[in-house]
């Protein structure tokens, strides 16, 4: 079982910046993505950003040129940067760890509020 322990969410006015960080517990199966999706009440989970074990990173459109993934692979950790943040960002964040063949294991983390005021 891994364990993925979430930080960094909060209240921010429009225009502010916050930055997420996810720490997964010590893995018995290499780590290929890590990445981080939202849920906003009334929609549908979606990947917001995710970066694989070689540094590939993919990135919703809505968030392109405002957030910035990336990971310490040593300590498990990844990171959300978000910038210029607006009140449709406002949601709840998952962390996500996937790997294993073909992605086998694939764990979410408990999630974490974030909530940009106009």
């Known amino acids: 079982q891994v364990q993925l322990v979430e930080s960094g969410g909060g209240l921010v006015q429009a225009g502010g910046s916050l930055r997420l960080s996810c720490a997964a517990s010590?893995?018995?199966?290499?780590?290929?993505?890590m990445g981080w999706y939202r849920q906003a009440p009334g929609k549908q989970r979606e990947l917001v950003a995710a970066?694989?074990?070689?540094?590939?990173?993919n990135y919703a459109d809505s968030v392109k040129g405002r957030f910035t993934i990336s990971r310490d692979n040593a300590k498990n950790t990844v990171y959300l940067q978000m910038n210029s943040l607006k009140p449709e960002d406002t949601a709840v964040y998952y962390c996500?760890?996937?790997?294993?063949?073909?992605?086998?294991?694939?764990?979410w983390g408990q999630g974490t509020q974030v909530t940009v005021s106009s």
């Open positions: 996500n760890v996937k790997g294993g063949f073909r992605d086998r294991y694939d764990y």
């Open positions: 010590k893995t018995s199966f290499n780590i290929n993505s």
């Open positions: 970066i694989t074990s070689a540094d590939s990173t």
